[in-house]
């Protein structure tokens, strides 16, 4: 079975850039579409971008749309997310997910049926 294994997490100031990438183990994935997730301390998983596996749909949350951009390299099987003018509230743990649904569902935590371990971001103030 298919696994992700988010990186790229770290300690950054606010205002600084990181890209997060999640690679599949399996070279032969193909997803409908791919998700970004991040969960703060105290707080419930909550969506950040997905995008679909041809590329053609993507879809950010309100609070990331303009600072984020999430692609994928179907060769390399592996999700990007930028992130730009990042924000102490951007401090969380981050996490990859794969889905079958299409893109009135990816906003939902529980359409994606594969999840990575997660990778942390950290951005001071």
């Known amino acids: 079975q298919v696994q992700l294994v988010e990186s790229g997490g770290g300690l950054v100031q606010a205002g600084a850039s990181l890209r997060l990438s999640c690679a599949a183990s399996e070279r032969t994935f193909s997803p409908s579409a791919m998700g970004w997730f991040r969960q703060a301390p105290g707080k419930e998983r909550e969506f950040v971008a997905a995008i679909s596996w041809a590329g053609s749909s993507k879809d950010y949350s309100d609070s990331t749309k303009g600072r984020f951009t999430i692609s994928r390299d179907i060769v390399k099987t592996t999700v990007y997310l930028q992130m730009n003018s990042l924000k102490s509230e951007d401090t969380a743990v981050y996490y990859c997910?794969?889905?079958?649904?299409?893109?009135?569902?990816?906003?939902?935590?529980?359409?994606?049926?594969?999840w990575g371990q997660g990778t942390q971001v950290t951005v001071s103030s």
């Open positions: 997910a794969a889905t079958t649904r299409g893109p009135t569902g990816w906003r939902d935590m529980n359409v994606y049926y594969k």
